[in-house]
């Protein structure tokens, strides 16, 4: 595969604005292992080898297991994951495919146990970011592979 453009470096203002969000969820309060989790699922429904890689190399360098790392595409039938965090991938496999579950009251109120309001405006955010990420990707064929996983408190030069 070939990459179509390098958008860090074409559109830097698309990397700015990008960034600033990844910030906020950053500082949101939000643990980075539940998010990284959220990205990896949303990365996974959405296809894109870029981002797989990435968040899949980010939670091994935390330490996260195999097992629930590979556990992750059936996490409703995997014992692996708590409560709060089977709630935001029901979360964020809504907010994903929303064209087809417009999500649903049934899977909010799933959710509204374990995350507060700001919480849950948090992790919309976070979704709705891991899939502007996944979208940038696949369209301009970023090459996975290369990606290193960084200390979190430093910015990824590239992120998904």
Same mark, same amino acid.
């Given at each position: 595969m070939?990459?179509?453009?390098?958008?860090t470096t074409a559109g830097r203002g698309v990397m700015e604005a990008m960034l600033g969000l990844e910030k906020y969820i950053r500082q949101s309060g939000l643990e980075e292992s539940l998010l990284d989790l959220v990205r990896l699922r949303a990365s996974q429904i959405n296809g894109c080898a870029y981002c797989i890689?990435?968040?899949w190399k980010d939670l091994r360098a935390r330490g996260e297991n195999e097992q629930r790392l590979?556990?992750?595409d059936a996490w409703e039938e995997s014992p692996y994951y708590?409560?709060?965090?089977?709630?935001?991938?029901?979360w964020t496999e809504a907010v994903t495919n929303v064209r087809e579950t417009h999500v649903p009251d049934e899977t909010? =109120? %799933? /959710?509204?146990?374990?995350f507060n309001d700001k919480e849950l405006a948090d992790l919309t955010l976070a979704i709705g970011s891991i899939n502007i990420w996944?979208?940038?990707?696949?369209? /301009?064929?970023?090459v996975p592979g290369s990606y290193q996983p960084v200390k979190s408190a =430093?910015?990824?030069? %590239?992120?998904a």
């Open positions: 070939e990459p179509r453009i390098d958008y890689d990435m968040h590979y556990g992750l708590t409560d709060r965090e089977r709630a935001a991938l029901a909010f =109120q %799933k /959710v509204r146990p374990f996944n979208r940038l990707n696949i369209a /301009v064929r970023t =430093q910015p990824r030069t %590239k992120t």
